[in-house]
């Protein structure tokens, strides 16, 4: 689990920290007020190939994760269950072979 945390955390740290602040600040209207917020972490997120590799991997926990904060949007905390299981997915991922640093590419 705490992989999982680690590589999200030091890639997009701070559009996590900031979501955060923003889901605690707004707990029973966060999933509109922090909707920017969550679109600047998916993008940062979804442009490292090692967490790109732990959500096809787990998709369907992590379907299922977003799926429970979108009908729990008033008690997000009841979600921890499936945070858990995505977690726990993303610890099993194969990481061998990809690029923990990316090298930008020359064009």
Not at 2 to 20: F, L, R, V
Not at 36 to 53: D, F, L, R
Not at 86 to 107: H, I, M, R
Request: charged share 20%.
């Amino acid at each position: 689990m705490q992989a999982a945390m680690d590589i999200t955390a030091k890639y997009c740290h701070k559009e996590m920290e900031a979501y955060g602040a923003c889901v605690s600040s707004n707990p029973s209207t966060w999933q509109q007020k922090c909707h920017e917020v969550k679109m600047k972490v998916a993008e940062c997120t979804s442009s490292h190939p090692v967490i790109q590799k732990i959500r096809q991997d787990c998709s369907t926990e992590f379907v299922k994760f977003d799926r429970c904060l979108r009908e729990n949007q008033d008690k997000p905390t009841s979600c921890s269950p499936h945070v858990a299981r995505f977690l726990g997915c993303a610890e099993t991922v194969d990481l061998s072979g990809l690029a923990t640093n990316p090298v930008p590419q020359s064009s």
